[in-house]
């Protein structure tokens, strides 16, 4: 089965840009906030796109869809590493990015913004593999 992933790249992309334009803004512009926003919306998007398309990957690994429609997020890429889809410490990282979304839904201040842009230089080096990874699986 040939798995979409234009819209997960597009994602990953418009993060990289808005990355490299908030890196270019000063803090104290209206442009760094909105390139901030830009980003955590991006990451956001691009980690649910990612278990969603990953997830779709696994199925052949269940002995039904449903098994795989039951894996919550953190699950899906556990199987993801058993499976040799990613490696154990990419799905660590993953895990660690899901725990910090999971803190975006309670706090949208500067202090998280500002933890989530540390993670953004890794994170889009891991949503470029995993792109890679769900081409790859889907080709199968």
Known sequence: MKIDTAFLERCVQTLEKSLDLLN???????????????????????????????????????????????????????????HSLITIEEAERWLQYRDNRNTTVHDYGVGFAEETLILLPQFILDAKNIVLVIQEASDD
Do not use: V, W
């Open 24 to 82: 270019k803004s000063d803090k104290s512009d209206i442009d760094y906030d909105m390139y901030r926003s830009a980003c955590i919306k991006e990451f956001e998007l691009i980690l649910e796109q990612t278990g969603k398309l990953l997830k779709k990957c696994l199925r052949p690994y269940f002995h039904s869809s449903k098994e795989t429609d039951r894996l919550i997020f953190k699950d899906i890429f556990r199987h993801a590493a058993n």
